[in-house]
């Protein structure tokens, strides 16, 4: 059941006081050197088209015609490998590798960098704080238009529409009734995406009682960009759209499929179930990313609660079990451990492609099976064990509180992490479910 529903207060109208930013005024240089040096890093294309394909070219092509998906499925049945690519060169491998081909993990990703990102010195960012350090505790109603443009430098992290802000927006009042029309005109947002964002840390700000992951707030386009998408494997394909999309917590805890193909430029369907996959691990932490965190560190070194493991995690893994010469190729491949342990039909078919074991070692993919059943099956039943204890909550909640609206909201379970629903007539193979096609 969902408990945040459960406590929620009478709906008014009246915005509630806030707390304005959080992060302190000594965390100011932290902030001012994301953004005065993102211009040194990697020059990264926020396009898909620009970033090399993992895949082959008969499963990179994704044709809109119907019939053509048709075939594509038939035929995907029956060879997975086209999922996962081989198209990595010797060259970019020992790159990702020790000079002995062991393992090393990637600890602190170059982040993506954007032309459309102002920088702010430490200075700005330190006066930004200061103001925002002032007004904390004041409704947003009752911002002044420095704070108002404070908020959305510092706090947003989205300094280019400053200017236009200053200029338009003189109040907090007038900041939360911003039609998304207003938001194009008034401050010059012309992506989706970052109105979406805006939106959202507005509603919050009035009616922080409402929100459902309240957690979601602590996460930035920075940890989404730099780390998260680093950590599902699909960094080097999407860090940069996620970066430029200003995606956060907030924007992801409501992300879909759709948004992700038509405004974050994702269109190849297992790189958003890869995604999606991930998207549900935080919900079922609550966006804590300090309990995320903290569950990795403990079973860094044990082979325990995969269920959080990154993709590196996992590559190490492989390299642990004896299968050395193949955990390269599960690298950057979108395959992560919540995407093993929600999808019940990832087996080890669908993990011998990934590692592009040959079908005729036989006996490496037994090894194979066994330790992998022996890695998720105590997840999945422990998965399993959590849905019942909900489902078994939410009956009675509802049997509590009678079939009338509140009920109903005592009642519901959180669908996108313990049962996803599926589209009507959307049949697929198992494995193909594991990518999403």
């Not at 001012?32 to 970033?51: G, I, L, M, N």
Request: hydrophobic residues 35%.
């Amino acid at each position: 059941p969902d408990d945040d529903d459960a406590q929620l207060p009478p709906y008014t109208s009246e915005p509630t006081t806030s707390s304005i930013s959080r992060l302190t005024v000594d965390e100011a240089a932290m902030r001012s050197t994301v953004f005065a040096t993102q211009a040194t890093y990697r020059q990264a294309s926020s396009s898909e088209r620009d970033t090399p394909s993992p895949l082959p070219p008969a499963a990179a092509h994704d044709s809109s015609d119907k019939s053509t998906k048709k075939k594509k499925k038939s035929a995907f049945g029956g060879s997975i490998s086209r999922v996962f690519g081989r198209g990595r060169t010797k060259q970019s491998m020992e790159s990702l590798d020790g000079i002995d081909g062991s393992f090393v993990r990637r600890t602190s990703p170059a982040p993506p960098t954007t032309a459309a990102v102002a920088s702010l010195t430490q200075e700005q960012l330190q006066e930004r704080f200061r103001v925002l350090e002032e007004a904390r505790g004041t409704p947003m109603n009752r911002w002044k238009a420095a704070t108002v443009v404070a908020w959305l430098e510092a706090t947003m992290h989205m300094p280019q529409y400053a200017e236009m802000c200053r200029e338009n927006v003189k109040s907090g009042k007038l900041l939360m009734g911003l039609t998304d029309h207003e938001m194009q005109s008034e401050l010059g947002i012309s992506n989706v995406m970052h109105r979406k964002k805006l939106k959202l840390a507005i509603a919050e700000c009035l009616h922080p009682s409402h929100v459902k992951y309240p957690k979601a707030g602590d996460l930035d386009h920075d940890w989404i960009s730099n780390v998260w998408i680093h950590d599902l494997g699909l960094g080097s394909q999407h860090a940069q759209a996620f970066y430029d999309s200003l995606v956060d917590g907030r924007v992801l805890s409501t992300l879909d499929r759709k948004e992700l193909e038509k405004h974050v430029g994702i269109s190849r369907k297992y790189y958003q179930a890869s995604i999606m996959f991930g998207i549900r691990l935080l919900k079922l932490l609550q966006f804590d990313k300090q309990a995320l965190t903290e569950r990795r560190a403990m079973c860094e070194e044990a082979d325990t609660d995969p269920i959080v493991w990154t993709n590196q995690r996992l590559v190490q893994w492989v390299d642990s079990i004896d299968l050395k010469e193949y955990a390269p190729n599960l690298r950057n491949s979108g395959v992560h451990g919540a995407a093993i342990v929600f999808e019940p039909s990832f087996g080890v078919e669908a993990m011998a492609t990934a590692l592009g074991i040959p079908s005729a070692k036989v006996m490496v993919k037994k090894h194979l099976s066994e330790e992998l059943d022996n890695l998720v099956r105590p997840a999945r039943e422990s998965l399993a064990k959590l849905l019942a204890d909900q489902t078994a909550l939410a009956k009675s909640a509802k049997k509590k509180a009678g079939s009338g609206s509140v009920g109903r909201s005592l009642a519901r379970l959180d669908d996108d992490v313990f049962a996803p629903k599926k589209k009507k007539g959307f049949k697929v193979r198992a494995v193909v479910r594991v990518i999403g096609e």
